[in-house]
């Protein structure tokens, strides 16, 4: 990549594997399709519209590339899911709510990279037979969704979004759908339910699950933003050698977001599980704060658990169990998972020791709190529970067992939710309790020198009064 | 002062420009009318300010849909507000890691360089609004670039790592 210039004080660090992220920050660079052209831009279109849709498929199952989105779920496969027998339309979604706390990446793929977007979209639209495809984009984007409704009608008008596209007699529009401000739309089928014009409610699976039962009730695939662009990356590569990329089921590069108490926050595109969250955080994003020491992280969006400084874990590696310490993970889906947390959206925010864990948590359960469609009674009133029993907690009002309570209270949601948004919410108390309920149970004396007092206490002082 | 649901508007004038902008929307949708509700409500908000009682009835009329179920979504999204917001909504985001690099002290310098009194905010009425009227604000949840905190959107702009709450401002003067 010696021929690519970034923009000062914007260059990707040493150890980044720029692809998705090439033409982030990088100088000269524009939105607009001549740019993107003179880059061998849609090649990669043109070349899997001369294979069998099926083919395509095949590819991106070969490569491995699991969900950016949250759930790491392999795209490919996810594709074929689609019923065989299938006589209904079928509709390809774009996920571009990029709204789970910490994650910050498709927001510089809609803003500086539009097409390829388009052309993963497009190539995605060719394998699962989408003649209409929409882009669900957070209403917070309005610049980007402008940018990205500019590069749809530069597709169009060079041929390869349209009727007939590039000659093969394949059709395809693609356009784009604003949200309005709610964290559900996330969630594929409360996004789906939205799109269709109604309250973002999601669904019961099964049977909706989108791929057999989606948008208008017809199969339907829903992938985020950047699973989206790799596939433009799986067809230029192979999917053979893209799966080289990265580490074995762990394929690729996926972009880090990191934010929180680091001297450089910023967003990293590593190749998935080459990089460790002790080189993360203490090489890549320079280390912490001046004297500060690592008190926790949470490592895959806020709703993935939190992993306590200094912590050790057990995992399997091969046949052997081996202790694994914080900072010794490599970022990638299964070790965190091991670990017990989740790689999630790729949001990594890290929490130093200035900060009060139950105003982290209370933070978050305001998040959440506001946050639940309201459609399960245990999302619905506990998710407001927990952020109740935190408020006590910052405004130095807490009880005796308030910390039992709270921890009761998220074990009653998981697994009894339509949604994830259950597991979503309930997960960050459930892993602050586990890993810091000395702290937390500190804070529910008030008397004792460890209760919080700042203008967060008053603050929630004054919540609690209404 | 905190805005409350105001249904006390004069008829809807929709200027034609708009009412073609919305038609071509609705074609986005060849299955469904039912689809373009939120896009012809973006479009209302964005040309009224807020979402009145008569913006749902004429969005409902244009769909062929109960008005009910529009008002379900007007009401539902946190982003369409049925009362008038001031010329410049501040939306400040109030999630982790924005609070982390300082968000609530940004909230409260925008408040008091705008003159913004938030004692009654709550979460049915999330907005408040400065004497003049110029400016309204409000919390937002993560705006997606939790790296460059603390940050927020003035109108349709984004602005990052603010600092500076009355040069922010400066900036919405007219
Ligand atoms: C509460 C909740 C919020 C979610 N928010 C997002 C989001 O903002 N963006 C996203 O791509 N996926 C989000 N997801 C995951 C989607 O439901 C879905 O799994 C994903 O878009 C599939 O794409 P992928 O397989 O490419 O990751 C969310 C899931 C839940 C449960
Ligand atoms: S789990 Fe929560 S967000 Fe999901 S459907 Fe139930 S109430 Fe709604
Ligand atoms: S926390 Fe503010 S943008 Fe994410």
């Given at each position: 990549m010696a021929d690519i210039n970034y923009l000062p004080g914007k260059e990707p660090h040493a150890r980044e594997h720029r692809m998705i992220f090439r033409n982030v920050d990088r100088a000269g660079w524009d939105t607009s399709i001549a740019t993107y052209l003179k880059e061998g831009g849609y090649e990669q279109l043109k070349a899997a519209l001369k294979m069998e849709p099926k083919a395509v498929t095949e590819e991106v199952k070969k490569a491995g590339v699991r969900g950016r989105g949250g759930a790491g779920f392999p795209a490919g496969l996810k594709w074929t899911f689609i019923p065989p027998n299938n006589t209904k339309p079928v509709y390809l979604i774009c996920n571009a709510d990029e709204s789970e706390p910490g994650t910050f990446k498709d927001r510089y793929?809609?803003?500086?990279?539009?097409?390829?977007?388009?052309?993963?979209?497009?190539?995605?639209?060719?394998?699962?037979?989408?003649k209409l495809a929409y882009i669900y984009i957070r209403e917070e984007f309005p610049e980007g969704a402008k940018i990205l409704e500019k590069a749809i009608a530069e597709a169009r008008e060079k041929g390869f979004l349209g009727k007939n596209i590039q000659g093969t007699g394949f059709d395809l529009e693609i356009y784009v759908h604003r949200g309005a401000g709610a964290y559900i739309c996330g969630e594929e089928t409360g996004l789906i339910e939205s799109l269709e014009g109604k309250r973002p409610y999601p669904r019961i699976k099964p049977p909706y699950f989108p791929a057999a039962m989606g948008l208008y009730l017809c199969p339907t695939i829903v992938n985020n933003v950047e699973t989206l662009c790799h596939v433009k990356h799986i067809i230029q590569m192979g999917g053979d050698e893209y799966a080289k990329l990265g580490t074995p089921n762990n394929t690729g590069t996926r972009i880090l977001c990191v934010s929180g108490d680091v001297q450089k926050p910023g967003y990293f595109e590593v190749q998935v599980g080459k990089v460790t969250m002790g080189e993360l955080i203490h090489d890549m994003c320079g280390g912490l704060k001046p004297g500060r020491k690592l008190k926790a992280v949470i490592p895959g969006g806020s709703s993935a658990k939190v992993l306590r400084g200094g912590e050790v874990f057990k995992i399997k590696r091969g046949d052997a169990m081996v202790d694994v310490s914080l900072e010794d993970i490599p970022m990638d889906f299964d070790t965190l998972a091991a670990c017990?947390?989740?790689?999630?959206?790729?949001?990594?925010?890290?929490?130093?020791?200035?900060?009060?864990?139950?105003?982290?948590?209370?933070?978050?359960?305001?998040?959440?709190?506001?946050?639940?469609?309201?459609?399960?009674?245990?999302?619905?009133?506990?998710?407001?529970?927990?952020?109740?029993?935190?408020?006590?907690?910052?405004?130095?009002?807490?009880?005796?067992?308030?910390?039992?309570?709270?921890?009761s209270v998220a074990r009653q949601i998981d697994g009894r939710t339509i949604c994830a948004f259950g597991e979503a919410c309930s997960w960050p108390t459930e892993a602050f309790v586990a890993k810091f309920r000395d702290e937390l149970v500190a804070d529910t004396n008030p008397g004792t020198a460890d209760a919080i007092v700042n203008r967060e206490t008053l603050l929630a002082a004054a919540n609690l009064a209404q | 002062m905190i805005l409350k649901a105001n249904f006390s508007v004069m008829a809807l004038e929709i200027p034609s420009t708009l009412e073609q902008e919305i038609d071509e929307r609705i074609t986005h949708y060849p299955v469904s009318k039912r689809s373009a509700v939120l896009p012809v409500l973006h479009a209302l908000q964005h040309h009224f300010g807020y979402i009145s009682e008569e913006a749902v009835e004429w969005t409902a009329k244009k769909l062929d849909l109960l008005p009910i179920?529009?008002?379900?979504?007007?009401?539902?999204?946190?982003?369409?507000?049925?009362?008038?917001?001031?010329?410049?909504?501040?939306?400040?985001?109030?999630?982790?890691?924005?609070?982390?690099?300082?968000?609530?002290?940004l909230m409260d310098s925008l408040c008091q360089a705008a003159k913004i009194d938030r004692s009654g905010v709550n979460h049915h009425h999330p907005i408040a609004v400065s004497e003049d009227g110029k400016y309204s604000i409000e919390f937002a949840e993560c705006l997606a670039s939790c790296g460059t905190g603390p940050v927020c959107m003035v109108n349709d702009d984004f602005h990052e790592k603010v600092e500076d709450a009355a040069a922010l401002l400066g900036q919405y003067r007219d």
């Open positions: 793929i809609i803003h500086q990279d539009p097409h390829q977007l388009i052309e993963g979209m497009a190539i995605a639209c060719f394998a699962v037979g989408a017990g947390s989740m790689a999630g959206s790729g949001g990594v925010i890290v929490i130093d020791d200035s900060r009060s864990i139950s105003w982290v948590l209370n933070n978050l359960n305001a998040f959440y709190a506001h946050e639940s469609c309201g459609q399960c009674t245990p999302c619905r009133e506990g998710s407001l529970w927990m952020k109740k029993i935190t408020d006590r907690l910052v405004a130095g009002q807490g009880a005796p067992g308030d910390i039992d309570t709270l921890d | 179920k529009v008002l379900e979504v007007v009401t539902f999204y946190p982003g369409f507000r049925q009362y008038a917001p001031g010329k410049y909504h501040i939306r400040v985001c109030r999630t982790l890691s924005c609070a982390m690099a300082g968000s609530f002290d």
